[in-house]
């Protein structure tokens, strides 16, 4: 693509595009300057006094282990769920699918409070493994799903046709059609993993978010926890070159006109019953865990939640917050995404790559990196919900971007240069073209910041308005003096209330569909 | 992809936007006013749960007329927010529960000093002698265990009995809970940093049951996951109040070290009032209501913490703090936090 001089004119007003994806850009990195500048208060003797330890040899190598242990298993789990869901005959197919995905809604601090509440002496690198796989296994489940949906069926077929076997084909075209969405997913999984301190401080296990938690609430450590961030910076470069190295450049594979055809399901035969048993455990793990533990705790505690209003005041105000930054994650991720999907080339990758390197930071240095902001260059917005916004913008852009670049490079650009040739400005066809085919990743990109953004807890806590209660603020409220069965109505509501945009997400890859019409 | 649902994800992407700029715009009354004195309303940072404390700022309220904006997180990062915000905090007064902690932000010298009449109905020993500070309740360092698998005449003498191969796994720890920062900055104020760190040594050798805060660690006791473990006295409160039952009600029982083991410590929580602050008569009655009869009497009922203003009565199922051996420390000197900190880094007790 990038080797047609001037086409890019008339696809997108992209030098417009260009500046506004570098001011998005410029907000996600907000933390980054905040690290270096810390960092380099510190001073070198500082920095490598705490860097050069074996301790944070052995962190790092378990956060890593922790990230690719998960990564594998959600892969396996994710990839697996939909092939089964989208290209097989499984029975109550879109029952199944619904199940898979809603572990979205389940904050990995409840999953793993329910988890040790079931066995006390659960702790440390493999249960808080199983954790995490499954509340971030649907990271890859969804984007592989609409994939395989929306995959052309004629590579499949000439490759049948050419004698390779259901198998082959499978590991040879099936999985090279869904190589990005997969990779995509993964990245997601891996740096979640990073940044992850619900699971992993509930669990115990010691990884790098986990120390920079404890020294930053150990008080007066904030350089400590700061110079430890850096090194998250650094594997989350790493996991960043992993992912772009499985890019083929220039690969496409949306379908190139034609109409589209639903795809012949494999007939599973008695191999459906493993199937369906391994869907209902996996459900089993990722869901009834933990709602037979809150309901445990529900029964077995005295302390009441506060009273109804109280409640429903936490409510608004995590709605309130999650659709304010939802709102302003799209608002940044939408010229990026465009761009990332209409002007592909070096400088896109760039941004895009720098999109996502605050996603790896724990939520904790988002919200420190937000109060010295807040502090010393905005202070008007100071512990208002606009700062808390921008939070949660800078830490989801990359969910938002890939939702959006997803839905542009599905979409043919053959429209928009028919309504460039028919005397349409940019802009126009901008509005009128491109936005329409691109809403439905808009809304799937919104849908999975608003979700994300009702279930974080530690940049919420440090950056709330003073007075201002959200669900997870409650529930960590609660739980922090035992107050268990107080906390548990705060935390159904969040399942509930995130179960909404999971099942949107759901409906957007097609999962249910009544029968693959074109 | 059909009409109807693009149409949908259209809308509901309207809709978001719509709302969320919404929610923003209407988001000025979070702004950081810090308010004139006198105005009826005061913010205070509050280092103590919520859950525990809420219900005694909704009586202030209901009482003064003076709306309280309570700002809730851990003691350790308000300290640490506050010295961050320096003298643009929009903070009146730091509600801490740890005395550290009061002292560190004292240290940056961000504390007016308090009125004699307020400081003088508390005990010395629970206030910072600069008056920067007052304690409004007192908590104490106790041995929790589980009589069924500790009987009590084996009870260790002192805290520095844990390190011995007897207690080997059976002790449980919360190394990351201000309360337990607090005790081993006790020990290097009585003992010097040596014998803190081959305490702190002592401890990570005989392998200790880490655990996330204090209520875990009751829980565990209670129900005999772990012999014994070291945790303040209310937590005991805290448990029975969830289950349902009395303190008395519970397997668990305390024990107090004797003759001034540092085990034993005593630690508050208090208040500091803001420099900005010193002339504002609404954060001077929110000061002398915590030190009142009623607000004292919550303390020792509904949180089951030691009352520091004489009169009231303490909790039940403890020993009056009157009896108490305590070790001799002056609470003005757990400022020095941060050097307890490396010690316990140090010492691998957290990750």
């Known amino acids: 693509m990038s080797g047609v001089p001037g086409r890019w004119r008339r696809l997108a007003p992209r030098p417009a595009l260009l500046a506004a994806s570098t001011a998005a850009v410029a907000v996600a990195l907000i933390p980054l300057a905040y690290l270096a500048v810390r960092t380099a208060e510190a001073g070198w003797d500082r920095i490598i006094a705490e860097l050069w330890t074996d301790r944070v040899g052995l962190l790092a190598l378990r956060s890593l282990g922790l990230a690719a242990v998960v990564t594998t298993a959600c892969v396996l789990l994710g990839v697996g769920t939909a092939f089964l869901v989208t290209r097989t005959d499984l029975p109550a197919r879109r029952l199944f699918a619904v199940l898979a995905a809603l572990p979205l809604a389940v904050p990995t601090y409840i999953a793993a409070f329910a988890w040790v509440s079931t066995m006390p002496r659960l702790e440390g690198f493999w249960p808080a493994a199983l954790v995490l796989t499954l509340c971030s296994y649907p990271y890859v489940l969804l984007p592989v799903a609409a994939a395989l949906r929306g995959a052309d069926p004629a590579q499949e077929e000439v490759s049948r046709s050419l004698g390779r076997s259901g198998w082959q084909t499978f590991t040879a075209v099936t999985l090279r059609q869904i190589r990005p969405a997969t990779a995509a997913g993964a990245l997601l999984v891996a740096l979640y993993v990073l940044s992850d301190f619900g699971a992993v401080s509930i669990l115990r296990a010691d990884t790098f978010t986990r120390a920079i938690f404890v020294a930053f609430d150990l008080g007066f450590d904030r350089t400590g926890a700061l110079v430890l961030s850096s090194v998250l910076v650094a594997l989350t470069v790493l996991l960043l070159a992993g992912e772009t190295a499985t890019r083929r450049r220039g690969a496409r594979y949306a379908r190139l006109g034609g109409a589209r055809r639903p795809v012949a399901r494999l007939s599973l035969g008695p191999a459906r019953w493993p199937a369906i048993v391994t869907l209902v455990a996996v459900a089993g793990l990722a869901l009834g865990v933990p709602a037979v533990s809150l309901g445990r705790r529900l029964a077995a505690g005295v302390s009441r939640p506060g009273a109804l209003p109280e409640v429903l005041t936490a409510a608004g105000n995590s709605l309130t917050v999650s659709l304010a930054g939802a709102a302003l994650t799209m608002l940044l991720a939408l010229p990026l995404g465009l761009l990332a999907a209409r002007a592909p080339g070096p400088l896109t990758t760039a941004l895009d790559r720098l999109a996502y390197l605050a996603h790896a930071l724990p939520g904790v240095v988002i919200g420190l990196s937000l109060i010295f902001f807040g502090i010393n260059v905005a202070y008007p917005l100071y512990q208002t919900r606009w700062l808390l916004a921008l939070a949660y913008a800078t830490l989801f852009l990359p969910l938002a971007v890939g939702a959006v670049a997803g839905a542009a490079a599905q979409s043919p650009t053959g429209l928009e240069e028919v309504a460039r040739s028919l005397g349409r400005g940019p802009w126009t066809v901008l509005r009128t073209v491109t936005l329409p085919l691109t809403l439905p990743g808009i809304g799937a990109g919104a849908a999975l910041v608003f979700l994300t953004g009702m279930k974080e807890l530690p940049a919420t806590l440090l950056l709330r308005p003073t007075g201002t209660d959200t669900l997870a603020t409650e529930l960590w409220t609660s739980t922090a003096v035992g107050a268990y069965a107080a906390a548990a109505p705060y935390a159904a509501l969040l399942v509930a209330i995130s179960a909404l945009p999971t099942w949107l997400l759901v409906a957007r890859s097609g999962l249910l569909d009544k029968e693959d019409r074109p | ?351």
């Open chain 2, 1 to 351: 992809m059909s009409l109807n649902r693009r149409s949908t994800a259209a809308l509901l992407a309207v809709g978001v936007l719509t709302l969320g700029l919404a929610a923003c715009g209407s988001g000025g009354e979070d702004a950081t006013d810090p308010g004139k004195p006198d105005d009826k309303q005061i913010t205070v940072y509050s280092g103590r749960n919520e859950q525990l404390v809420k219900p005694l700022l909704d009586k202030f309220t209901e009482q003064t007329g003076i709306t309280v904006q309570a700002r809730y997180a851990s003691t350790a990062q308000l300290a640490a927010q506050l010295v961050e915000e320096g003298d643009k905090s929009p903070a009146d007064v730091f509600f801490a529960q740890d005395a550290g902690a009061l002292g560190t932000v004292a240290k940056r010298g961000m504390f007016s000093t308090l009125p004699e009449a307020t400081t003088g109905k508390v005990p010395p020993t629970y206030r910072a002698g600069s008056g920067h500070w007052v304690g409004v309740s007192a908590r104490a360092r106790v041995l929790a265990y589980n009589p069924d698998l500790v009987p009590a005449d084996q009870l260790p003498a002192s805290v520095f009995d844990l390190t011995t191969p007897a207690w080997k796994g059976k002790v449980a720890l919360a190394p990351t809970n201000a309360s337990f920062q607090a005790f081993v900055t006790a020990i290097r104020v009585q003992h010097g940093d040596a014998k803190a760190e081959e305490f702190l040594a002592g401890l990570k050798a005989n392998d200790p049951q880490i655990r996330d805060g204090n209520v875990k660690i009751v829980e565990d006791v209670n129900s005999g996951t772990v012999p014994v473990g070291l945790v303040n006295h209310y937590y005991l409160g805290e448990v029975a109040k969830e289950q349902g039952t009395t303190p008395d009600g519970l397997k668990v029982k305390l024990h107090f070290f004797p003759g001034g083991d540092t085990g034993a410590l005593v630690n508050v929580a208090g208040v500091g009032v803001l420099n900005r602050s010193a002339a504002d008569p609404d954060v001077q009655k929110f000061v002398d209501f915590l030190l009142d009869t009623e607000a004292q009497t919550y303390f020792a009922e509904q949180t089951f913490e030691y009352p520091v203003v004489g009169g009231v009565q303490g909790p039940a199922y403890v020993p009056p703090l009157a009896e108490l051996a305590v070790p001799e420390i002056d609470l003005n000197d757990l400022d020095t936090l941060d050097a307890t900190v490396t010690l316990i880094k140090n010492s691998g007790l957290v990750p």
